[in-house]
């Protein structure tokens, strides 16, 4: 029941937005600010929509439901500010966790996706990792484990948060309700959420087809395992 709720969010989230903004006006400002900022801040929250619902919000602003650029400016903030949160949270936490081999506080094959994608793309994964669902609101929290110097991070939490805000945002705007999406408005969301997974499959792939090593735990990776200064 709650999977089928879920799918039925993504699917119609243009119908929803559009009945949140009749309902509540400038308040699904505040909605959409608050489900950007935990899918970004809070690393118990990758579940939440991001790229479809940007797209879907922009979309609606193209009809002059919203304005797409307060619209744009309120989530690039909410996007930064949801990183920074999830950095200091990594950072403090850290130390406190790592240290037990189970935990329920989080999922420890998503960190080992995310801190093995830190050893592929280094420092930029802070803003490569935005177009990426799960290891979005994993990445910060491994920089912040690793002790990343706060101003290199933010240079690039703010760089990847305006890209990614403005691709789907402004995407959602300019080509949202051209009426072939828009009468197909559930496919292009699933196809959105398909090429967002995409890297995540192939990675599994990868490793699916190399040889088993053992797993002695989860280990920091290289290039955060110490203090970048």
Same mark, same amino acid.
């Not at 709720?5 to 509540?24: K, R």
């Not at 101003?151 to 760089?159: G, Q, T, V």
């Given at each position: ?16 937005? %559009? %009945? ?24 118990? %929250? ?24 307060? !619209? ?20 403090? !936490?850290?130390? $406190? ?31 490569? %990792? $935005? ?57 292009? *969301? ?12 192939? $990675?599994? *792939? ?24």
């Amino acid at each position: 029941m709650v999977i089928e709720s879920f799918i039925n969010l993504f699917l119609h989230l243009d119908v929803y937005l %559009a %009945a949140l903004t009749e309902s509540y006006g400038v308040l699904v400002y505040l909605i959409l600010f608050i489900i950007i900022f935990a899918e970004t801040g809070l690393v118990v %929250a990758p579940f939440l929509p991001g790229d479809s619902l940007l797209f879907a919000a922009g979309a609606l602003a193209a009809i002059g439901s919203l304005n797409v650029i307060f !619209l744009a400016v309120l989530l690039m903030f909410a996007a930064i500010l949801g990183d920074s949160l999830n950095y200091a949270i990594g950072k403090y !936490l850290g130390p $406190r966790v790592f240290h037990k081999e189970r935990g329920w506080f989080f999922n420890k094959k998503h960190l080992q996706l995310t801190q093995d994608y830190y050893e592929k793309h280094g420092s930029m994964t802070i803003v490569l %990792a $935005r177009f990426i669902p799960i290891i979005r609101t994993f990445a910060p929290f491994v920089a912040g484990i690793g002790s990343m110097r706060y101003s290199k991070f933010l240079a690039y939490n703010i760089a990847g948060g305006i890209a990614w805000i403005a691709l789907f945002v402004f995407g959602g705007y300019f080509f949202g309700n051209i009426p072939l999406v828009k009468d197909n408005f559930g496919l292009v *969301i699933i196809a959105i959420i398909l090429i967002s997974i995409l890297p995540i499959v192939i $990675r599994v *792939i990868i490793n699916m087809t190399r040889p088993k090593i053992s797993n002695r735990g989860l280990s920091l990776p290289r290039n955060l395992g110490h203090r970048d200064v």
